[in-house]
């Protein structure tokens, strides 16, 4: 079974630059989650979808930040403008959607960096 | 905001020791589940507990939820060198999005 997978693998910018992020799920799994992890913490959530529509979108910086899953499948998320501080790992996992006992499957991530 | 506090943040042990990983919050969660992260990877999954009390064995690894289901503690025994990354506990909630709430994770280093 192929895992999440995740590109570009690394991105440099420069800050006021636009960036964009592609994640396909594993086939058949509903729910697609963007995580933010800055180096030292945890990953945050940023965006849940089911399907093709947003579940939660409170933790997006939605003036800078967006996403979308157009068809259910793949997702993209973009930034524009990039500030220093979104330097961080942008993960992309997928689930079946099972309540407590989800199992939720993380990408390899994108490593970005803002200079 | 639920948050959940892990300690300690980093651990470097000499191979064959044991070792205990803390994961506490002041909120109550659904699940508790344990991920472990290799540098340029994606947390995997270890293990999810879901009542309070309960005690989970994968391996050398004991994981247990309180039994207020507020917090949960990972135990190593005789760590191995193939044990060393980060590992993160991830608190579960909600009824129809099921989201997790990570901790910022334990760096635990294991020297030959």
């Known amino acids: 079974e192929a895992g999440v997978a995740q590109s570009p693998r690394y991105k440099i910018i420069e800050k006021r630059q636009s960036v964009a992020f592609w994640c396909n799920p594993i086939?058949?799994?509903?729910?697609l989650y963007w995580y933010q992890q800055i180096l030292g913490q945890g990953p945050k959530l940023l965006i849940q979808f089911q399907n093709n529509g947003v579940v939660d979108d409170s933790q997006l910086p939605k003036d800078r930040f967006s996403a979308e899953r157009l068809k259910g499948v793949d997702s993209t998320l973009k930034i524009q403008p990039a500030k220093l501080e979104d330097s961080a790992v942008y993960l992309c996992a997928s689930s079946l959607s099972r309540g407590t006992t989800d199992i939720q499957y993380f990408g390899a991530g994108t490593r970005l960096s803002v200079l | 905001t639920q948050l959940l506090e892990q300690s300690p943040q980093f651990l470097s042990i000499q191979e064959g020791e044991n070792l205990t990983v803390y994961c506490n919050s002041s909120s109550v969660f659904s699940s508790l589940q344990w991920y472990r992260q290799e540098p340029g990877e994606g947390p995997v999954l270890l293990v999810t507990?879901?009542?309070?009390?309960e005690v989970k064995k994968l391996k050398r690894l004991t994981f247990q939820f309180g039994d207020a289901r507020k917090d949960s503690s990972l135990h190593i025994t005789a760590a191995q060198p193939g044990d060393t990354g980060l590992y993160l506990c991830?608190?579960?909630?909600?009824?129809?999005?099921?989201?997790?709430?990570f901790g910022k994770g334990t760096k635990l280093s294991v020297i030959p």
């Open positions: 507990v879901v009542t309070g009390g």
């Open positions: 991830a608190g579960g909630a909600g009824a129809g999005s099921y989201q997790l709430t």
């Open positions: 086939s058949g799994h509903a729910t």
